[in-house]
């Protein structure tokens, strides 16, 4: 690292302790949803292979939620694999497949994050599907992050999803369509989805410099902001991260009003 690369490390040092100095804790996101888009962009720039810039991607994530940690987040979203990318080439998903294994029984051994899956399990490999549930399990006690993991995840699927369980429960009470029909309500569809526990996002951040939300919590974030920051993630800082924290508590949430 030449002179220039250190004084540059140093300044953004000095300006993201300054904006951390002046965050109103009050006003962070409760629950952030994250699009960690860029890995393979990233890969290319630096010359490296694909399943190299996964690694990286998945390198990030527990140092965001150390930066989620310290800054009072209760819940974070993370996509990490949507239903478009199960038509990638098999080369690629086999070792992204292993590298995501890795990163949700890394999060449920470290013990600080509460680990829960959100997507559908039918086309995840069988150790994938293992290491969900048994990370579940693991980490059902921790008083710590709620940590949604977005895996095998599509918004409109989650929705169908949502419908079809919705269904299945009227179905088993007894419940005739037309009573069904009388009774369905924004609520009560949004009991069935994946998060139908949990807060919707406040906050959505998505890394790489588009902005779309390609299906991502297309309910929840009804009402959500969103964040779209130009740098990849691998090289998301927490510069980047106290920026948007920053973003949003400027921001007016009217919810229509």
Known sequence: MNLRDTLRGLLV?????????HLDHAQVP??????????????????????QGHRAGADKIEEFLGWCTETDVKVVTLWLFSTDNFGRPQEELVPLFGIIEDVVRSLAADGRWRVHHVGTLDQLPGQLRTALKESEEATAHVDGILVNVAIGYGGRQEIADAVRSML??????????????????????????????QPDPDLVIRTSGEQRLSGFMLWQTAHSEYYFCDVFWPAFRKVDFLRALRDYAVRHRRYGG
């Not at 409760?30 to 399943?51: E, P």
């Open 30 to 51: 409760k629950h952030i949803g994250v699009i960690m888009d860029g890995n393979r962009r990233w890969a290319k720039a630096a010359g490296s292979t694909t399943a």
């Open 13 to 21: 040092k000095v300006y993201a302790r300054r904006v951390e100095g």
């Open 168 to 197: 299945l429960d009227a179905q088993e009470k007894g419940t005739s369509m037309e009573e069904l029909a009388e009774s369905v309500d924004v609520d009560m569809i949004g009991r069935h989805l994946y998060t139908g526990d």
